[in-house]
């Protein structure tokens, strides 16, 4: 009804906002379809879309807290590990130092006892040699003195007379008569 | 008689000597003794024993005397009065052996008694020494 009377004043008066060169009938039209429109929007159509928004929102907000959670996790179990890393890596740093001294002691222990023995050894080899020394030197005298005693020999039984025998034999036989 | 020791032997042959029996007569006795212990092979014993009997008695003393060269009798002589004088004994019989590996020197040898005065012996001493 307005429209309709709006259009008739129009047309009785083009004076006013149509000197102004704006169609008044058409805003007025497209004005009336705006509201039109905005109100089936808001009827039918921005509550599902706002529905459909807002779910999706939720979905998105539901996964960002998620995947916020998730990350959260992620930084426990990787400080977690790495505590049990650095952890594992002390222990195999103990026990490395460990064996490292345990070898040491064992190879010190070995060297103490290589030394011993082979002091024990030169020792040994000392007396022996000592030994086969005196043992040499003894055979050496003797066959020294057997020596001496077989050229005394040989010589008195080439030296010795008769006169010089019936001599020793009285001397002899006055030392006896002592 | 069987039961008698050799040197129960020699004691009575030294007494029986001594006593002025007969040498075959004692000798018989021994022998007899030796035949019925069956000890025939004892017989060289028995003599020494009886000579070893004798010379502690000092009656009388068997001496071998060793040399390397043969001994003149002056010096036959002095050893037989050595001897006497040594072994205490009034008589000497004396055995002489000539051996060259004694080298010089005298050796005399009664059953009781040795005397070794032989260069060999010297020597041998001082191998010992060594």
């Known amino acids: 009804m307005a429209l309709l009377a709006l259009q008739f004043a129009e047309a009785q008066n083009p004076e006013g906002i149509a000197a102004l060169g704006l169609n008044l009938k058409g805003f007025l039209f497209q004005l009336t379809t705006f509201v039109l429109l905005l109100l089936v929007l808001k009827r039918w159509v921005f509550p599902r879309l706002v529905a459909t928004l807002e779910k999706r929102r939720e979905v998105l907000e539901r996964s960002l807290v998620q995947a916020r959670q998730t990350e959260e996790a992620l930084q426990s179990a990787e400080s977690k590990a790495s505590e049990l890393l650095r952890k594992a890596r002390l222990q195999a740093d103990a026990a490395l130092e460990d064996a490292k001294k345990q070898t040491e002691a064992i190879i010190s222990k070995a060297e103490a006892v290589a030394v011993e023995r082979s002091e024990r050894i030169l020792k040994e080899s000392e007396s022996q040699l000592e030994q086969q020394s005196i043992k040499l030197r003894e055979q050496l005298r003797n066959e020294l003195a057997e020596l001496v005693v077989l050229t005394t020999e040989k010589v008195i039984e080439r030296k010795l007379d008769d006169k010089n025998d019936r001599a020793l034999i009285e001397s002899s036989l006055k030392e006896m008569a002592r | ?130």
Do not use: C
Request: aromatic residues 4%.
């Open chain 2, 1 to 130: 008689m069987s039961k008698l020791s050799r040197r129960q032997l020699a004691i009575y042959a030294a007494t029986q000597l001594l006593n002025g029996q007969p040498m075959k007569a004692v000798a018989q006795d021994l022998s007899a003794a030796l035949v019925e212990s069956g000890k025939q092979n004892e017989m060289e014993l028995l003599i020494s024993d009886v000579a070893w009997e004798l010379e502690n008695r000092g009656i009388v003393a068997q001496a071998t005397i060793t040399t390397a060269t043969p001994i003149s009798e002056s010096l036959r002589h002095h050893l037989d009065k050595f001897i006497k004088q040594a072994a205490g004994v009034d008589n000497v019989v004396t055995k002489e052996q000539i051996d060259r590996s004694v080298l010089g020197g005298v050796r005399i040898e009664t059953t009781s008694h040795l005397w070794d005065k032989t260069i060999s012996r010297k020597l041998a001493d001082i191998r010992e020494v060594f």
